[in-house]
């Protein structure tokens, strides 16, 4: 019985495992079914998520020298990136109202 049960469980233990690898595709299996404009669209949009994962990595190790957790640092960060952008928007709108300004006081100085 017991060598029953250890050779059924090494038939699913290393056989399952050898047919997943067996028919799984690979990546390039899988990109050469692509219709070509999807190709062309996952060419050009590569560099661009490589560029994203290498600032999430970058972040994350940063995020994990601190002594706190990860996503309470990963939520101060965001907490000043979101201030940051705020600071921005003011800054914009408050140079869009001088230019405002200017084009008025210029209008009725022109009349």
Known sequence: MYIKMFATF?????GGPTLLFYFQP???EL???YNPELQRKSLEGR???????EAFVTK??????SDKH???AAAEDEARTKAAAAEEKKRLAAE???RREEIKKQAI???
Request: zero cysteines.
């Open 10 to 14: 090494t038939i699913i233990s290393v």
């Open 26 to 28: 690979t990546d390039e």
């Open 31 to 33: 990109f050469k079914r």
């Open 47 to 53: 560099a661009a998520r490589e560029q994203e994962f």
């Open 60 to 65: 994350l190790k940063e995020w994990s020298k």
């Open 70 to 72: 990860i996503w309470v």
């Open 96 to 98: 869009i109202q001088k």
């Open 109 to 111: 100085d022109g009349q």
